[in-house]
Structure formats: structure tokens, C-alpha cells
């Protein structure tokens, strides 16, 4: 039978493919975000990020010299400029917005009476007349460009200089890293208190730090912020350390409480009968073990604060020197609409630093998920 115990199940490839889109779904859009934060204003406002890679064409035009311009070879009358910039490459051009890639570079042209246009393979023009010039206003030359796939750190010089990025990353660091310990540290205490230590109450409060699961944190927002303020802490940094501490402190308990029930009862014996106090068992056996644990609500919890804007906008502030980089961005993103490649480079870097802790403690999070989910007490 298909499902049993050592079966493989038929809708495996099902998982697999609902798995494979959802890291599609997820790495896309965070690899064009990392490639557009290299890309300059023109080119994310003329192509996609995917085709960065290659040429991206170009359309446009360029206007001649005037006849103040001109000059005299050869006994005709000459007026000479280019219609590409940098390391553009010309394929087309043309003399009417209607077929703007009317000629081949290399291609001459009668613009009017007398009047002789040719451009160059190089992006050159030359106009010549046996006649004087009278242009007052130079002739439209419109083309058609390659640019060749072109990248640039300026952006992350002007975001982390002039942009104000730099002081937003410390301060989302001065909140995270402390908003992120503290928890723990409270957390495991408590967390082998409920899962190892005799005491009345003790079902009660476990239930009790269930239920503090369901309840969302913006009904506490208000009562807190006021507790805060007559306490005098309202705007701080110990202010917005102590909020994202008790909100984040129930899912702390109750993950290292199931994953703690789960531990060998012999070793914790064993160390009891050998004279251990309840403190030389935590130091010494539990945290040891408990680490899968530890990291995986460690990650939890640093993401979260990481990318949290509505806690740190009521408890810390939103002045220039109190903005986290959830902030800044939504403010780059009402003075800078116009501006992608800067929120583009902001962004990215706002999700660099949650990656690399992602990515360095991920082999834990599973195991420490997973280890409390089938055995508890």
C-alpha cells in the first residue's frame, strides 16, 4: 500500500514541484533586486534587469549643429558632430520620427535641397552644402543604440554616504542584535523551568504562554507605549528592546519548552543523582543540547526585528538619527520615487545581513523545529 511505512509516496513529485516554485518564486525577484542595485537610472528605466546582461537597444535623437557651426572645406560648406555617447554602438538611423531606422550606418542622404546627411559606422554625421547653412536650429538625427551591458557601485557609494544608509544600519543593528539575545536568555531559563522543574502552576503557565501566541501585538501597542512613557523609557532604545522582547518571549518559551521536554530524562537523572544543581544541569547538559533550538528561534527572531517598521516607529521615533532601514526606505520611497536605482541598491542591502544569518544557521532550523513536534510532556 501506497503511504505506509517505508513507502514512497505518489505525490512526492508533487512536493518537489511545489517546493521548486516556491524557491523560484523567492530567488528571482531577490536576484533581479541584486542586479538592479548595480544598474544606473537609464538603464532601469529602458530595460529589465534581465537584460542586463546583454545589449540593451536604444532609441532616440540627437539634433545637428546650426549654422554658426559650419565650416568650409573643400569649397562646400560642412557641419560635423556625433550622435552616440560613451560606448554606444550605432545600428540604425533615420531622418522622420515615422522610420527612425530608415538607414544603415555608412548610408548618405539628400535632407533637403542641396543638402547632403551622412553617418558613419563610428556615430558621425557630416552635413554638407555647396550653399551656406541657415539653420538656426539644428536637423533631427534619430538612432538606434546598443549599449553594451554596463555596471556600476556608484549607487552604493551614494546610498551608504549621502543616502543616510549607513547610520539607518546601525541603528537596526543597535536594535536587532540586543532585541534578539535578551529573548533568549530569558527564554531558556524559563523554558527549563517549564519543561524539567516541579513547581504548582506549572501546566497553567505553560498553557498560559500558548495562548499568548494568538494574541497579535498591535492591541498591546498603545498600553505599552504608555506603560513606557511613564516609566520615562517611551523613545529609546531600552524602550523598543523591552517591546520586541515581550512580544517575541512566547514563541521563545514555548519552542525550547517542547524542544527541552524532548532531551534524555537519564542524562538529566543521572546529573541529579550525581549531586548537579538545577543551575549546573542548565549550564552544563541543557543549553549544550538545546543549541538546534536556540539558533532556529534565534533566526526567527532576528528576522523579525530585522524587517519590523510598525514597533520601531512607535517606540523609537521617526527622526533622521532614530530611522531604521524599514523607515528610511519608506521614506526613500516617498522623496525618491523616481530614483530605482537607489531603492533598488537600499533594498538590497536591507535584506543582505537576514541572508548570511539565514544562510549560516538554516541546518539548524529545521532540527530545532521539528525535535519538540512529536514527543512532549
Known amino acids: ?3 505506509m ?8 513529485w508533487a512536493v518537489n514541484l511545489a517546493a521548486f516554485l516556491l524557491v523560484l518564486l523567492w530567488t528571482i525577484p531577490t536576484l533581479g533586486l541584486f542586479v538592479s542595485s548595480f544598474r544606473d537610472r537609464d538603464q532601469i528605466s529602458t530595460s ?6 546583454s545589449g540593451s537597444e536604444q532609441t532616440g535623437f540627437v539634433r545637428s549643429g546650426t549654422a554658426d557651426d559650419q565650416v568650409q572645406q573643400d569649397g562646400v560648406y560642412v557641419i560635423e558632430g556625433s550622435v552616440v555617447e560613451g560606448s554606444q554602438e550605432l545600428s540604425a538611423w533615420g531622418t522622420g520620427a515615422r522610420q527612425p531606422a530608415e538607414f544603415q550606418p555608412g548610408d548618405t542622404t539628400e ?8 553617418v558613419t559606422e563610428e556615430g558621425t554625421y557630416r552635413m554638407t552644402s555647396a550653399e551656406p547653412f541657415e539653420l538656426s536650429r539644428g536637423e533631427r538625427i534619430f538612432t538606434t543604440t546598443i549599449s553594451p551591458p554596463e555596471f556600476t557601485t556608484e549607487n552604493y557609494g551614494r546610498v551608504l554616504t549621502a543616502g543616510g544608509l549607513g547610520r539607518a544600519f546601525m541603528n537596526t543593528m543597535t536594535v536587532t542584535i540586543p532585541a534578539t539575545v535578551i529573548p533568549i536568555l530569558i527564554a531558556a531559563f524559563a523554558a527549563y523551568a517549564l519543561a524539567w522543574m516541579q513547581f504548582p502552576g506549572r501546566a497553567l503557565l505553560t498553557a498560559a504562554v500558548v495562548g499568548l501566541l494568538v494574541v497579535p ?9 504608555r506603560l513606557h512613557n511613564d516609566l520615562g523609557i517611551g523613545k529609546g532604545y531600552i524602550g523598543i528592546w523591552l517591546a520586541h522582547t515581550g512580544f517575541g518571549l512566547p514563541l521563545a518559551v514555548y519552542l525550547l519548552r517542547n524542544y527541552m521536554v524532548g532531551l534524555p530524562r ?5 546529573a541529579r543523582v550525581d549531586g548537579a544543581t538545577d543551575f549546573q544541569i542548565f549550564r552544563r547538559i541543557i543549553l549544550p543540547l538545546s543549541f538546534p533550538a536556540l539558533a532556529s528561534f534565534a533566526i526567527f527572531q532576528f528576522l523579525w526585528v530585522w524587517n519590523d517598521l510598525l514597533v520601531a516607529t512607535v517606540f523609537l521615533g521617526n527622526t533622521r538619527e532614530q530611522l531604521v532601514m524599514t523607515g528610511l526606505l519608506r521614506e526613500l520611497m516617498g522623496s525618491r520615487g523616481g530614483e530605482w536605482e537607489i531603492l533598488a541598491t537600499s533594498a538590497f542591502i536591507s535584506i543582505a545581513v ?3 544569518v539565514f544562510f549560516a544557521m538554516q541546518k539548524y532550523l529545521v532540527r530545532g523545529l521539528l525535535a519538540g513536534s512529536v514527543k512532549g510532556g
Not at 5 to 12: N, Y
Not at 111 to 118: A, E, R, V
Not at 266 to 270: A, D, K, L, Y
Open 266 to 270: 537519564e542524562i538529566i537523572e543521572s
Open 354 to 356: 537576514p541572508l548570511l
Open 1 to 3: 500500500m501506497e503511504g
Open 48 to 53: 529589465g534587469w534581465w537584460q542586463s546582461f
Open 5 to 12: 511505512a517505508g513507502q514512497k509516496s505518489s505525490l512526492a
Open 111 to 118: 535632407i533637403d535641397d542641396g543638402i547632403q546627411l551622412t
Open 217 to 225: 501585538l498591535q492591541v498591546a501597542l498603545i498600553p505599552l507605549l
